[in-house]
């Protein structure tokens, strides 16, 4: 079973930068497909970014293409999100999921990390 936990979040001032890690702990970690979601205050749960298992599909909601990058370091058991010219709508907890083999849907998450973006 792969347990999930995320860093990297902050406070950041707008245009601003930050890169939030999530790192895995169990087997198989280079056979999920993992992905970051978010969710702010009122707001539903949102999905942003994943990248499949070998790192050939990645997909970017509309809200965040263009300035958010996700990657993955099997090596190290963790993927990454890169957040570029942040924007106040962007404060949320952020959240990475793993998504087994064969399935259609996140199935473990991690605990989320803040990020305050200040205008």
């Known amino acids: 079973q792969v347990q999930l936990v995320e860093s990297g979040g902050g406070l950041v001032q707008a245009g601003g930068s930050l890169r939030l890690s999530c790192a895995a702990s169990g087997r198989f970690f280079s056979t999920y497909t993992m992905g970051w979601f978010r969710q702010a205050p009122g707001k539903v749960h949102e999905f942003l970014t994943s990248?499949?298992?070998?790192?050939?599909?990645?997909y970017y909601a509309d809200s965040v293409k263009g300035r958010f990058t996700i990657s993955r370091d099997d090596a190290k058991s963790t993927v990454y999100l890169q957040m570029n010219s942040l924007k106040p709508e962007d404060t949320a907890v952020y959240y990475c999921?793993?998504?087994?083999?064969?399935?259609?849907?996140?199935?473990?998450w991690g605990q989320g990390t803040q990020v305050t973006v200040s205008s």
């Open positions: 999921a793993a998504t087994p083999p064969s399935e259609s849907r996140p199935r473990i």
């Open positions: 990248i499949s298992w070998n790192g050939d599909n990645i």
